[in-house]
C-alpha cells in the first residue's frame, strides 16, 4: 500500500461538533479533503448548514446541542438510517470563558470571585457534552468493530495558564484565565484514555488533539506575549490543525489509541 493512501477516509462517516466555530470549519474541510462525508454539527443549525454547503452536495449540516441526550440519540437513527454507520467522531464543540459585561471580567474572571453558573456552565459543555458524544456514537462504533474519536482538549489541559500573557503593555490585568476551562481540558484527556482502554478490544481508537491558541484578531499586544512563550515564536493558525486531524481520523494512526496530540508550536515543552 502507498503510504499516502492510509490517509484517506473515502466514504467514512465523519460526526464534527462545534463545526461552526474557527478550528471546527477546518476539521470539516480537512475530513471532506480526504473523502470523508462530513455532518457538520452545530447549536447553531444555520451556521452548521453554511459550512456544509462549502463542502460540497455530500455533506450535511445539523442542528445539535450536546449537552441533551435526545438532540444526539435523534441524530444517531438519523444517520444511521442514511449512511448505514458513523466512523469517525470529532469532539470539538466547548466553550471558553465569557463574561458578558467586559468592564467586569478582571474581577468576575479571579479565581476567588468565579460565579458557580460559569463553572458549571463549562463543565456541562465541555466535559458532560463530550462524554455524551463518546457515549451514544462511540457505542455503535463498538458494536460494529471499528471507529476512530478524536476528543479536542487543549494545552491548557496539560499545563496551567500564564496570567501574565493576558496582561497590557501598561500592567493592566482585564483578564484572568479561569480554574473551569483547563479543569474541564484536563478532563477531556483522561475521558480519552479511559475510553481508549476500554473500547480498546472493540476496534474504536480514541485519541485527543490538543491545540496551542489560534491566531483570531486578537489584541495585538496579547498576540506578541503568546508568540514570546512558543518555540516557534507564532499562535496557530485555523488551519494548522488539519493534518493532526487527518492523522488521527484514518489508518495513519492504526497503530495509536489513549495518546494526547499536542499541537502547539512547542509552547508545552518549555
Known amino acids: 500500500m502507498n503510504a499516502l493512501d492510509l490517509f484517506r477516509l473515502d466514504g467514512k462517516v465523519a460526526v464534527v461538533t462545534g463545526a461552526a466555530g474557527l478550528i471546527g470549519r477546518n476539521h470539516c474541510q480537512a475530513l471532506a479533503d480526504a473523502g470523508a462525508i462530513v455532518i457538520a454539527c452545530d447549536l447553531d443549525e444555520g451556521a452548521a448548514a453554511d459550512v456544509a454547503s462549502t463542502l460540497g452536495p455530500l455533506h450535511a449540516g445539523k442542528g445539535l446541542d450536546i449537552t441533551n441526550p435526545g438532540s444526539l440519540t435523534a441524530l444517531r437513527a438519523d444517520l444511521l438510517k442514511r449512511h448505514g454507520a458513523i466512523d469517525i467522531l470529532v469532539n470539538n464543540a466547548a466553550i471558553n470563558d465569557m463574561v458578558e459585561n467586559p468592564t467586569q471580567a478582571a474581577e468576575l474572571s479571579k479565581f476567588e470571585n468565579y460565579p458557580l ?18 457515549q451514544v456514537f462511540g457505542t455503535g462504533m463498538a458494536e460494529k468493530g471499528s471507529g476512530s474519536i478524536i476528543n479536542i482538549a487543549s494545552t491548557y489541559g496539560v499545563v496551567a495558564p500564564d496570567q501574565s500573557i493576558y496582561k497590557t503593555p501598561d500592567g493592566e490585568q482585564p483578564f484572568f484565565k479561569s480554574a473551569a476551562y483547563p479543569t474541564s481540558k484536563g478532563a477531556v484527556i483522561m475521558l480519552s484514555k479511559f475510553l481508549a482502554t476500554y473500547w480498546g478490544s472493540k476496534g474504536v481508537r480514541v485519541n485527543t488533539l490538543s491545540p496551542g491558541g489560534v491566531e483570531n484578531n486578537q489584541a495585538p499586544y496579547f498576540i506578541e506575549n503568546y508568540s514570546a ?27 495509536l489509541t489513549g495518546h494526547n496530540l499536542l499541537v502547539d508550536g512547542g509552547w508545552t515543552a518549555w
Do not use: E, Q
Not at 239 to 254: H, K, Q, T, V
Open 229 to 255: 512563550k512558543t518555540p516557534l515564536g507564532r499562535m496557530a493558525a485555523p488551519n494548522d490543525y488539519m493534518g493532526a486531524l487527518i492523522f488521527l481520523a484514518s489508518d495513519a494512526s492504526a497503530y
Open 117 to 134: 453558573t460559569l463553572w458549571k456552565r463549562v463543565l456541562d459543555v465541555n466535559v458532560t457534552g463530550v462524554f455524551l458524544c463518546c
